[in-house]
Nanobody
């Protein structure tokens, strides 16, 4: 089994910063893509950022220039540095991993709340 465990969410004022972490553990052969999605109340889950094993990054337009995704392959961990946070960034943030275990599957973390006050 594979588990993704997030940490680092919380409450921050507009303009502040937070860093999210997500560690993958379990029977992992290799990790393809890791990333972050978010879901605000009453809205669909949306992609925030992804980072492939080759180093290709993808961001939603609304966070470009403010958020940075990175990963530590030795620790099977992905990070999301969030700067210049805005109230509209408020959401539950979910870690995502496309991981080879017995098969290639998509895995999700339990979610971590990020709240940005104005």
């Amino acid at each position: 089994q594979v588990q993704l465990v997030e940490s680092g969410g919380g409450l921050v004022q507009a303009g502040g910063s937070l860093r999210l972490s997500c560690a993958a553990s379990g029977s992992i052969f290799s990790i393809n893509t890791m990333g972050w999605y978010r879901q605000a109340p009453g809205k669909q889950r949306e992609l925030v950022a992804t980072l492939s094993s080759e180093g290709s990054r993808n961001y939603v337009d609304s966070v470009k220039g403010r958020f940075t995704i990175s990963r530590d392959n030795a620790k099977n961990t992905v990070y999301l540095q969030m700067n210049s946070l805005k109230p509209e960034d408020t959401a539950v943030y979910y870690c995502y991993g496309r991981i080879y275990s017995a098969f290639l599957n998509d895995y999700w973390g339990q979610g971590t709340q990020v709240t940005v006050s104005s």
